[in-house]
């Protein structure tokens, strides 16, 4: 549950109070509780319409989580759905806001907006978002890096064997005959 000065203090930040700023807090939460917070070790990747309301769910993400486009921690791309993706070292979780509550508050007239916050503050995160952890990007990364880390090692073990076959080659050919 968000706290009450957490969505006051966000409302100063973004000018009002709406579903979507509410539902990028609770993303931001959720992402931040997953990976821990850190101000420059956590990167957030946002993907929504960039208009509001639905790029209201960017300044949640920014206000909860501390990642920024200034700091370049924060990257905004063009979509018609409403997610995000965070990222520290070597785990990931992507949260996507799942189509029904999508298509409940594309209905939404402004008379609808405060009871529309009060279900979206008390619904659970696996009622919101679609959540994924370490996603499957993670592990294919993680092959590139072993079968990279492999491929070097190999070549070090060539190299070493190359260098001994030298060495004993030098000593071959100082011994005379």
């Known amino acids: ?32 509780h997953y990976l821990g917070k850190d101000y420059f070790e956590v990167k957030a990747t946002v993907e929504t319409n960039p208009h509001p309301p639905r790029s209201c769910f960017i300044d949640g993400i920014q206000f909860a989580s501390g990642c920024t486009t ?17 990222v520290r070292d070597q785990r990931r979780i992507r949260l996507t806001v799942k189509d029904a509550i999508l298509n409940i508050l594309d209905q939404m007239t402004s008379e609808k907006v405060e009871m529309m916050n009060r279900e979206i503050l008390e619904k659970t995160d696996d009622e919101l978002f679609l959540i994924r952890e370490n996603l499957h990007r993670h592990s294919t990364e993680k092959k590139h ?8 090692k190999h070549s070090k073990d060539f190299m070493k064997g190359f260098r001994v076959f030298e060495l004993g080659l030098n000593s071959f050919m100082s011994v005379k005959c």
Not at 9 to 24: S, V, W, Y
Request: without cysteine.
């Open 145 to 152: 890096a072993d079968r990279n880390e492999a491929q070097q």
């Open 70 to 86: 200034g700091k370049g921690n924060l990257e905004v791309r063009t979509s018609s759905n409403v997610s995000v993706e965070f």
């Open 1 to 32: 549950m968000l706290s009450n000065d957490l969505l006051e203090r966000a409302m100063k930040f973004h000018g009002h109070l709406g579903p979507f700023l509410i539902l990028g807090l609770k993303a931001a939460l959720l992402g931040t």
